[in-house]
């Protein structure tokens, strides 16, 4: 018995072996197989193990199953008086193949047969004697084996069995070797060469190189459009426009690759945010990245490298300066005008009836919701450029007085007044103004530019003015 282990062993590590180097994958149609056989009978029938032979015939169908009949002859003794006994299994099986590697194969099989046992101690219509059984009986069967390729049509065959008579309560075991010739097959072709064969490939002209899924279809698995195995940048992010090899276009190299760019033609060089569009941070037109001045006060007029011009030299930047001729080595305030002039309104803006006393200046064009303290956001470029001078001027302490006309009661238009110049003082100090510097104050109607007699005076005086501080004592 050990001696058939160790040569069905070694035959089946042969068969693999050989099979790596001359098998090939194929299709095929009848199978015909024979070798020797090993059978070990049922306690019950007083019968020894015996060799003997097995030869099958096999027909293959889709699906990797084929259906084969068997039949088996061994020439056992009994275990009495040593005897002569011939035992026979004629089946038919349904055989479930397992492809290993490119031509071998492991396989399951079930099945339905009969067994015959004979001798000249069996007389018609005993089923048993003393010594052994006798007649036929109806087995059912089952068994697992290998099939080993030593070329594309010859393959070494091992399995091992059992057959079970339910009406006499027999078990037997068994196994078997031989060599299966496969005839009428053919090779296997794989056209586009994907390790798919043309009989399963879905995707027959697949080209050189691509990687494929169980079907031969090409993967994508970053779905760019250029399947794995040709892709170079296999995980290119979802959206992204990508070259032939797979990999980011990346059209005015900003660092973000095109179909993630929302603004496809920033100007080379120019600082951009995640979507790929320029950032200005001080914006004053002139992109981060190309802008040498990055800190320009919000309204400056800057040149094409983004910094800030000062015609008159007086510290003021162009654009910021109401008095842009002031004459050289003039004493200005925060808007670039003498304190004794004031400060003229910015271009485009209406004058009011009436004018500050000198050195102060009326921001106009800071609103404020009707009956609140809430700025209105049109406000918002006008305190900005206010915060721009006041940061580009360190000296410089300001006192911000809230106006109204004589609407109303008065003690409400002080209050009223006094909340609309504390907005205008947090807003500065939200954009980086000290606190220190600033000083709101309210006061109401009592001072007015004009007279209440119009809708005209009227708006006139309901302002905020800004007022320089003197410096502190010893300073």
């Known amino acids: 018995m050990r001696t058939c282990h160790r040569l069905v062993l070694a035959l089946g590590v042969l068969g693999l072996i050989t099979s790596r180097a001359e098998a090939q994958r ?7 197989s024979a070798g020797p056989a090993y059978m070990t009978f049922d306690d019950a029938t007083n019968l020894h193990s015996a060799f003997g032979g097995a030869a099958r015939v096999g027909l293959w169908l889709p699906l990797n199953l084929s259906v084969e009949g068997e039949a088996l002859l061994t020439s ?16 038919g099986s349904l055989l479930g193949n397992i492809p290993v590697g490119r031509a071998s194969s492991v396989f399951l099989r079930a099945g339905y047969g009969t067994s015959q046992y004979d001798s000249d101690r069996c007389d018609s219509g005993i089923s048993f004697v003393d010594i052994g059984p006798c007649g036929s009986t109806p087995v059912v069967i089952g068994g697992v084996g290998f099939r080993a390729a030593i070329s594309p049509t010859i393959m070494i065959r091992a399995e091992g069995g059992i057959n079970h008579s339910t009406a006499k309560s027999l078990t037997n075991f068994g196994g078997a070797v031989g060599v299966s010739l496969m005839l009428g097959s053919k090779a296997a072709t794989d056209l586009d060469h994907d390790g798919v064969y043309d009989k399963n490939d879905r995707c027959g002209n697949t080209p ?13 698995t970053d779905r760019d459009g250029v399947p794995d195995g040709l892709d170079r940048c296999p995980a290119t992010v979802t959206g992204t426009v990508v070259d032939a090899a797979g990999c980011p276009r990346d059209s005015d190299k900003d660092g973000v690759a095109d179909g993630l760019d929302r603004c496809p ?17 001080d914006k004053d037109g002139v992109f981060d990245g190309l802008d040498r001045c990055l800190d320009t006060p919000v309204g400056a007029t800057v040149d094409q490298l983004g910094c800030p011009g000062d015609e008159d030299n007086d510290g003021v930047p162009d654009g910021i ?22 400060v003229p309104p910015a271009r485009g803006q209406a004058t009011s009836e009436g004018a500050p006393p000198a050195g102060v200046t009326v921001l106009r064009g800071v609103d404020f919701a009707p009956g609140s303290a809430r700025l209105d956001p049109r406000s918002y470029p006008v305190l900005d450029s206010l915060a721009g001078v006041l940061i580009a001027t360190p ?8 106006h109204t006309d004589n609407t109303g009661n008065a003690a409400s238009n002080r209050t009223i007044s006094r909340l609309r110049a504390e907005a205008v003082r947090n807003y500065l100090i939200a954009h980086k103004v000290p606190f220190t510097r600033l000083v709101a104050k309210g006061y109401g109607s009592s001072q007015p530019l004009t007279s209440d007699t119009s809708a005209a005076g009227r708006s006139a005086n309901r302002r905020v003015e800004v007022r320089p501080l003197p410096p502190p004592s010893g300073q």
């Open 26 to 32: 194929r299709r095929y149609l009848i199978e015909v």
């Open 76 to 91: 056992p003794r009994t275990t009495v008086n040593g005897f002569n006994w011939t035992a026979r299994l004629f089946s």
């Open 208 to 220: 050189r190189g691509v990687v494929v899924d169980v079907r031969g279809c090409p993967t994508d």
């Open 265 to 281: 033609n920033t100007p080379a060089g120019a600082g951009v945010d995640a979507s790929g569009c320029p950032v200005d941070s």
């Open 321 to 342: 300066d109401r008095c842009p001729r002031t004459p050289i080595g003039q004493s200005v305030n925060a808007f670039g005008c003498p304190p004794s002039v004031g």
């Open 395 to 402: 000296g410089l302490s300001v006192e911000i007085g809230g």
